[in-house]
Nanobody, 117 residues
Framework: VQLVESGGGLVQAGGSLRLSCAAS????????MGWFRQVPGKEREFVAA??????NYADFVKGRFTISRDNALNTVYLQMNNLKPEDTAVYYC?????????????WGQGTQVTVSS
């Protein structure tokens, strides 16, 4: 599975962005799809994930971010509202057999999100 993220950019605090992750090579309908983020000098952290069963979110994005998928377009999205400066990071898309196996799954190259105060 090849994953390509897009939609990152610079936004003011309180603004919104929608990230997209276009998959190719395999259909995402059989995968758990997730979003992670990383700040330089820190470990990559979980943001949100979606499988056919449910969606999970990190506590720090609950109520602000929404993960969704369009299986027909083979694309997963991350709608980010009420962005905060601490949301600034490189955001990565991942695909895996389950929500517990992203570390051994497929990853995109990332898209930069910068939130100004």
């Amino acid at each position: 599975v090849q994953l390509v993220e897009s939609g990152g950019g610079l936004v003011q605090a309180g603004g919104s962005l929608r990230l997209s992750c276009a998959a190719s090579g395999r259909t995402i309908s059989s995968y758990a799809m997730g979003w992670f983020r990383q700040v330089p000098g820190k470990e990559r952290e979980f943001v949100a994930a979606s499988s056919w069963r449910a969606s999970n979110y990190a506590d720090f994005v609950k109520g602000r971010f929404t993960i969704s998928r369009d299986n027909a377009l083979n694309t997963v999205y991350l709608q980010m509202n009420n962005l905060k400066p601490e949301d600034t990071a490189v955001y990565y898309c991942a695909a895996a057999a389950s929500m517990l196996s992203f570390s051994s799954g497929y990853w995109g190259q990332g898209t930069q999100v910068t939130v100004s105060s």
